[in-house]
């Protein structure tokens, strides 16, 4: 589905709106459309539904029809970028699906009664906790921890979570209906053993069960039934079955049935990663706390029984954070060195406050002001937690970034979990750690061994409709250009698409940073790499500093010590053994468009130049025609639009060989038929990211590098075009 598509379309709501200033985003079932007149009913397939509406209260269950336009999820074609398609195939999702709003859709079918009654609670009671609570990450928190409503997190905060492994907080998990559960079943256990009736038996018990099903089934349904609380909802409750039933004494038992059931009745869930993850982390505490337990007689005094259960529980929680590494490693390229702390020190103070949140949101809107004073007090005790987890976060070593595996990282593992699950005798534990620390060792030199010397190099990355190259440099030195970016959309290219790219090639550390101009599709993916890679100069050109788009990324890269280099034209200097030329902008940059005061760069190593001009029109061309000499690349500027790359100006730089980058069936239609036709009338040998995907050259002469790319080698060194 390459093209757009608009269809008249029923579709059935699967989860409650996520909704932006701009717009909501629910996932939903494609029931059936309309072909020729016709309607067609179809096997429900999942649809990730986007409305352009601030604010929505559509209900799970609901079923609507409506125009909706649909596209195919693309994948940014590098070598180690988020796969997008994947990750929706692994929640059941096959194509995205938008619509202006659904004010004039028709409801089809409501949802079932007891699905409208809690949807109506879920949404009063969170209309009444904003009345009460200030904007701010305490009341986002709060959103996130009680309903499961994560459209407030900041990237801030959530960086913060991230740093310190504390992501599944502020999601809906088996933490949540585990402590929940008790929190019901204990009283009424409690109270009905009272009875002497009931509790012989094991009445009161199952009784108790029963009663404490009831709230944990109507939370979640107002959390909404999403894969992940069905997942969490069904193993909670097995794990608390387990638990309370001659199985407690085997529970990797409990935990294989449990893993059994889902995949029988879903087997897609195995490629699920939060699945994946839910299970491992359960299955890799049952069997540390099973390799790590100590025979022989419990300590005496209630002081080394605390210490020896809090020594055991960090034990647990270390290791378990480095059973999940290749996890961590492969989808969020970040593995935090505090979460064991951090996980002792908050999850506590976030598993009390669900409860009291949760009875003080369903009380508070009684009438009284003593729900918004315990909701305040609450929203403070939060405050200082989280200003606790900022300051622990700010450490620089909270967390490492990983870069995606090689084999001798995959054989470091493997020794890893020897070591923690066969620590007697101690010589396994001794060979197992010794082995793990080689290979990575080993792991880091093959990658710092693979960055390029001795010849100029450069990457353009796919980054959809945006740009983003990397430069590097004869001496080992790398410079980034421009970041990419979605104007409106949450998609993160820096963290997603670069950084991945940027580790694998071993590339730790940035000794520049270059943003051709601040508009959205070059800039926004900089933040991510400005703030976990800071750069040793940020450069810029004449006109940027000041401007509205780039305040920001500028106030980012003070804080983080970054020194801004203002360029001009005819500035000139050597880096990293190449030679730099600044060609544009001028020094006065008024009265000049973005585009056209976009940075422009000459960097040439031996007999091989680069032509780097961002998003510069044909009036600043013609402004640099009088500069022009031969060139071996032109990157082709704006992506290919009709407005730059005149005719003129190809005859003056002469390039052998151009590069384009430009989003797969971009609403622009760039790059323009009429550049590619100029190009391909003077024999320029063109290659496009939204066609052949990432592509790179190295120092303008064919390289080891994958198959894909050896034409562009090949027209590089000469030997073709």
Same mark, same amino acid.
């Given at each position: 589905m390459?093209?757009?598509?608009?269809?008249?379309?029923?579709?059935?709501?699967?989860?409650?709106?996520?909704?932006?200033?701009?717009?909501?985003?629910?996932?939903?079932?494609?029931?059936?459309?309309?072909?020729?007149g016709r309607f067609r009913a179809l096997e429900p397939a999942g649809i990730s539904l986007r409305v352009w509406q601030p604010a929505a209260d559509w209900v799970p269950g609901e079923i609507y029809v409506a125009d909706l336009k649909y596209s195919a999820p693309r994948r940014f074609k590098n070598s180690h970028s988020f796969d997008y398609p994947r990750y929706l195939r692994r929640q059941g999702i096959a194509a995205l699906a938008s619509a202006r709003d659904l004010s004039s859709a028709e409801l089809l079918v409501p949802a079932p009664a007891w699905q409208v009654a809690a949807a109506r609670f879920r949404f009063e009671r969170l209309a009444w906790l904003r009345s009460v609570l200030p904007p701010g990450a305490g009341r986002a928190i709060l959103e996130a921890l009680l309903f499961g409503e994560e459209s407030g997190i900041e990237e801030p905060v959530a960086e913060v979570f991230r740093r310190?492994?504390?992501?599944?907080?502020?999601?809906?998990?088996?933490?949540?209906?585990?402590?929940?559960?008790?929190?019901?079943?204990?009283?009424?256990?409690?109270?009905l053993s009272v009875s002497p009736r009931l509790s012989d038996g094991g009445g009161a018990k199952v009784l108790a069960l029963g009663l404490a099903a009831?709230?944990?089934?109507?939370?979640?349904?107002?959390?909404?039934?999403?894969?992940?609380?069905?997942? #969490?909802? *069904?193993?909670? @409750?097995? &794990?608390? =079955?387990? +638990?309370?039933?001659g199985w407690r004494r085997s529970f990797l038992s409990a935990l294989l049935l449990a893993l059994v059931i889902f995949l029988l009745a879903r087997p897609s869930l195995l490629f699920s990663v939060s699945?994946?993850? #839910?299970? *491992?982390?359960? @299955?890799? &505490?049952? =069997?540390? +706390?099973?390799?790590?337990?100590?025979?022989?007689?419990?300590?005496?005094?209630?002081?080394?029984?605390?210490?020896?259960?809090?020594?055991g529980a960090l034990g647990s929680a270390i290791g378990v954070n480095l059973a999940l590494a290749p996890w961590l490693a492969g989808q969020f390229h970040e593995f935090s060195l505090l979460a064991p702390v951090a996980n002792l020190l908050f999850v506590p103070f976030y598993t009390a406050a669900l409860p009291l949140g949760l009875a003080v949101a369903s009380l508070g809107g009684l009438g009284s002001g003593v729900g918004a004073s315990a909701l305040l007090a609450l929203h403070r005790g939060i405050g200082w937690i989280f200003f606790a987890m900022e300051k622990l976060a700010a450490w620089p070593l909270a967390s490492l970034l990983v870069?995606?595996?090689?084999?001798?990282?995959?054989?470091?593992?493997?020794?890893?979990?020897?070591?923690?699950?066969?620590?007697?005798p101690w010589r396994s534990l001794v060979f197992g750690s010794a082995a793990c620390l080689l290979f990575l060792g080993l792991g880091e030199a093959q990658r710092a061994k693979a960055v390029p010397r001795g010849e100029l190099g450069l990457t353009m990355f796919d980054v959809g409709q945006g740009e983003s190259l990397l430069i590097e440099l004869p001496e080992g030195q790398a410079l980034l250009l421009d970041g990419g970016g979605f104007p409106g959309s949450d998609f993160d290219v820096g963290r997603n698409v670069l950084m991945p790219e940027l580790l694998a090639r071993g590339r730790r550390r940035l000794e520049a940073l270059a943003l051709s101009h601040p508009d959205a599709d070059h800039a926004k993916g900089l933040r991510y790499i400005v703030d976990r890679l800071?750069?040793?100069?940020?450069?810029?050109?004449a006109g940027t500093e000041g401007h509205a788009g780039f305040a920001a990324l500028r106030e980012l890269a003070r804080s983080r010590g970054v020194a801004l280099r203002v360029l001009s034209q005819g500035q000139r200097w050597k880096f990293g053994g190449a030679d730099f030329e600044v060609l544009w902008p001028p020094l006065d940059?008024?009265?000049?468009?973005?585009?056209?005061?976009?940075?422009?760069?000459?960097?040439?190593?031996?007999?091989?130049?680069?032509?780097?001009?961002?998003?510069?029109?044909?009036?600043?061309?013609?402004?640099?025609?009088?500069?022009?000499?031969?060139?071996?690349?032109?990157?082709?500027?704006?992506?290919?639009?009709?407005?730059?790359?005149?005719?003129?100006?190809?005859?003056?730089?002469?390039?052998?060989?151009?590069?384009?980058?430009?989003?797969?069936?971009?609403?622009?239609?760039?790059?323009?038929?009429?550049?590619?036709?100029?190009?391909?009338r003077r024999g320029i040998a063109v290659f496009r990211t939204d066609r052949d995907g990432e592509l790179r050259v190295r120092g303008l002469k064919v390289s080891p590098i994958p198959s894909r790319w050896s034409a562009i080698l090949r027209a590089a060194s000469g030997s073709g075009s």
């Open positions: 390459a093209e757009k598509r608009t269809v008249h379309s029923v579709f059935r709501i699967r989860d409650y709106p996520r909704c932006s200033d701009r717009h909501c985003a629910s996932a939903a079932d494609l029931l059936g459309w309309e072909d020729g310190l492994g504390l992501t599944h907080v502020l999601v809906v998990s088996g933490l949540h209906f585990v402590f929940l559960s008790f929190c019901f079943y204990w009283p009424l256990s409690w109270v009831l709230p944990i089934f109507f939370y979640a349904t107002m959390v909404g039934f999403s894969p992940s609380v069905l997942r #969490s909802l *069904a193993g909670s @409750a097995l &794990l608390f =079955l387990a +638990a309370l039933t699945f994946q993850l #839910s299970f *491992a982390s359960v @299955a890799a &505490l049952g =069997l540390m +706390a099973k390799a790590w337990s100590k025979e022989g007689p419990a300590p005496a005094g209630f002081g080394r029984k605390l210490g020896r259960r809090l020594a870069a995606p595996w090689s084999l001798p990282e995959w054989l470091a593992y493997l020794f890893l979990l020897l070591a923690l699950f066969r620590p007697r800071p750069p040793g100069e940020f450069w810029i050109g940059p008024a009265g000049r468009s973005d585009n056209n005061l976009s940075l422009v760069l000459r960097v040439c190593h031996s007999e091989a130049c680069l032509l780097l001009t961002g998003d510069i029109e044909a009036e600043a061309e013609a402004s640099l025609n009088r500069l022009a000499r031969e060139t071996a690349l032109l990157k082709v500027a704006h992506h290919g639009s009709k407005t730059s790359t005149t005719p003129e100006f190809l005859t003056a730089w002469r390039p052998k060989l151009a590069l384009i980058s430009a989003g797969e069936s971009n609403r622009y239609r760039l790059p323009h038929r009429q550049v590619l036709e100029e190009l391909e």
